[in-house]
């Protein structure tokens, strides 16, 4: 067949799979599941994914799978990704009474989205057409939550790092993968847009932190504590004063929280904890906010004569875009949408762990719409299934055909243009060099 026939003959098939696709993302959202725990997500994937036929893997990180189709067939190897979390959101009304847990971040629509593409392609006549292997990865843990649960996981030597797409490369799953897709939902109605190409977001570190103070009767003597909340408001207003000095350009946001306060009101905190993100569009900035951010810690424990540990964390690197890549994906629209639908190229102040994989080789993470509501909220649902999770379906499979016709000229192409920012050996090196401990 010719590209174009391929093309509409996908189209066909994803549309009369279309209740069964929009029937995958409500069973998902309905399940929600936090990082490293997704079990029943992960088989309900991978059933679907063994009766298409493809050759699955389980529990790839824990959780996650992976079916692979056109399995050592000649040519380019492309990665298409869905995420398999939720997040946790106690006030939004679909919130998992127990966990809190809820998809008001769209991974069920990313997951829909991954399968329609499955769905649109997996056919006999469509593969003989197509050169290279196919990898579709449900991957865990892409939300940074929970971090005791998932340090504990790497004490137990049951994984390295916190992020799910950081341990597949560790474990060598992006190893023979050539270039990755996916997509992730966001709400554009405000603009009248449908999907947004191209977009960049920032990288950031996570940091534990422990004030540890003097506990005293806080009525009858005060004087003879240390009191570690103190010691963490100070911290916070340090913070807030190093504000204006970072750079525009740089894109900084420093968030703490206050996990723990203190045990109970009568007796001075002696033990205070906190966590925070150091965001960044850029590795470099990152290292320079954090050591600021550092010493606005160090200074507020030593203000009052506490003593503060700092656990920090490899978060997720800077995602970047390619350009080459996001062309295919444009033309690809075409006929699916009009040219006043489309956005390009908005950095995000918010941070996505396909940025690792953007270090390593050329992807694509496009925002389609459909959604209404801000990301990580109570107000975020679903709002047109069509474009939440087929429209995504068939924008990324007309991509793939562009990628793998023609012996995988076009994605060999892309990958020959692309120069890594960082080679594997340097990314995991990198990462473990982020766990570091400061006691102060």
């Known amino acids: 067949m010719e590209k174009e026939e391929l093309k509409e003959y996908i189209n066909d098939r994803?549309?009369?799979?279309?209740?069964e696709i929009i029937s995958i993302g409500e069973d998902i959202f309905n399940h929600p599941e936090l990082g490293y725990k997704e079990q029943r997500t992960t088989d309900y994937v991978a059933n679907i994914m063994k009766e298409l036929g493809m050759k699955v893997e389980k529990n790839i990180a824990i959780t996650g799978c992976r079916g692979i189709i056109n399995g050592n067939k000649k040519g380019p190897t492309v990665a298409v990704l869905g995420e398999l979390d939720a997040l946790i959101c106690k006030e939004h009304p679909a919130a998992d009474p127990v966990t809190g847990a809820v998809h008001a971040c769209g991974h069920n629509a990313q997951i829909a989205a991954m399968l329609g593409v499955a769905f649109g392609i997996i056919d006999t006549d469509v593969l003989a057409e197509l050169a290279g292997e196919i990898h579709f990865m449900a991957v865990p843990a892409e939300e940074y939550l929970e971090i005791e649960y998932r340090s504990s996981l790497i004490d137990n030597g049951e994984i390295s790092f916190l992020g799910g797409k950081q341990e597949l490369v560790k474990r060598g799953y992006f190893d023979?993968?050539?270039l990755t897709m996916m997509m992730h939902a966001l709400d554009l109605s405000r603009e009248g847009k449908k999907i947004l190409i191209g977009p960049q977001g920032n990288g950031f570190l996570g940091k534990k932190i422990q004030f540890i103070g003097k506990e005293s009767h806080s009525g009858a003597a005060p004087e003879?504590?240390?009191?570690?909340l103190n010691a963490a408001m100070l911290a916070l207003m340090n913070i807030h004063a190093q504000r204006e000095t970072f750079s525009d350009d740089d894109k900084v946001r420093v968030h703490p929280i206050i996990t723990k306060g203190g045990d109970v009101v009568n007796v001075v905190p002696a033990d205070v904890r906190m966590e925070t993100y150091v965001r960044a569009k850029s590795i470099e900035a990152i290292k320079e906010a954090n050591f600021k951010t550092n010493r606005a810690l160090i200074a507020g424990a030593a203000a009052v004569g506490a003593k503060v540990i700092i656990n920090e964390f490899p978060g997720y690197l800077p995602l970047y875009n390619c350009s080459s890549f996001d062309e295919v994906l444009r033309?690809?629209?075409?006929?699916?949408?009009?040219?006043d639908e489309i956005k390009s190229n908005t950095f995000f102040k918010g941070s996505f762990d396909l940025g690792d994989i953007s270090h390593l080789m050329p992807v694509i993470h496009p925002f389609?719409?459909?959604?209404?509501?801000?990301l990580h909220t109570r107000d975020f649902k679903v709002e047109d299934p069509d474009i939440a999770y087929i429209l995504p379906a068939k924008a990324l499979?007309?991509?793939?055909v562009d990628l793998l016709y023609d012996q995988g000229q076009i994605a060999y192409?892309?990958?020959?243009?692309?120069?890594?920012l960082l080679e594997k050996d340097e990314y995991l090196k990198l990462l473990n060099g982020m766990f570091i401990k400061i006691e102060k």
Request: aromatic share 8%; net charge negative.
């Open 14 to 19: 994803i549309e009369g799979k279309r209740e």
């Open 176 to 178: 023979d993968v050539d």
């Open 224 to 228: 003879k504590g240390v009191n570690a």
């Open 331 to 339: 033309d690809n629209l075409n006929g699916l949408l009009a040219e």
């Open 368 to 374: 389609f719409g459909g959604v209404r509501g801000d």
């Open 397 to 400: 499979a007309f991509t793939l």
């Open 413 to 420: 192409n892309i990958k020959e243009g692309y120069t890594p």
